[in-house]
Nanobody, 125 residues
Framework: QVQLVESGGGLVQAGDSLRLSCVASGRFFSNYALGWFRQAPGKEREFVSSINWSGGIIEYADSVKGRFTISRDNSKNMVLLQMNSLKPEDTAVYYC??????????????????WGKGTLVTVSS
């Protein structure tokens, strides 16, 4: 069993930066691929970014490529999402996700085994 707890959300202005953190409890953290999804009000949940177990393979949604950076620290059971040049359309609840099949990162939620409860990011124009 893995529990994921996100933090770092908040209210910022367009162009600002935020860093989201997700800390995991449980065993074998380093075996999991980790990532982030988001869900804006009235919209479907969408993929943002993910990273494989070693940190050597990373995926980004086209909408965040070049602005967001994902990283992980297996010694701290943590995955980070650095978000720069934020836009109002980035406003959403951001969810941390873990997939036991950690060799490759994921782009869909079909293989996600664990979810965090989410942290709200609001970007004002």
């Amino acid at each position: 069993q893995v529990q994921l707890v996100e933090s770092g959300g908040g209210l910022v202005q367009a162009g600002d930066s935020l860093r989201l953190s997700c800390v995991a409890s449980g065993r074998f953290f380093s075996n999991y691929a980790l990532g982030w999804f988001r869900q804006a009000p009235g919209k479907e949940r969408e993929f943002v970014s993910s990273i494989n177990w070693s940190g050597g393979i990373i995926e980004y949604a086209d909408s965040v490529k070049g602005r967001f950076t994902i990283s992980r620290d297996n010694s701290k059971n943590m995955v980070l999402l650095q978000m720069n040049s934020l836009k109002p359309e980035d406003t959403a609840v951001y969810y941390c996700a873990a997939d036991w099949a950690g060799v490759r990162p994921f782009r869909t939620d079909s293989g996600v085994d664990y979810w965090g409860k989410g942290t709200l990011v609001t970007v004002s124009s």
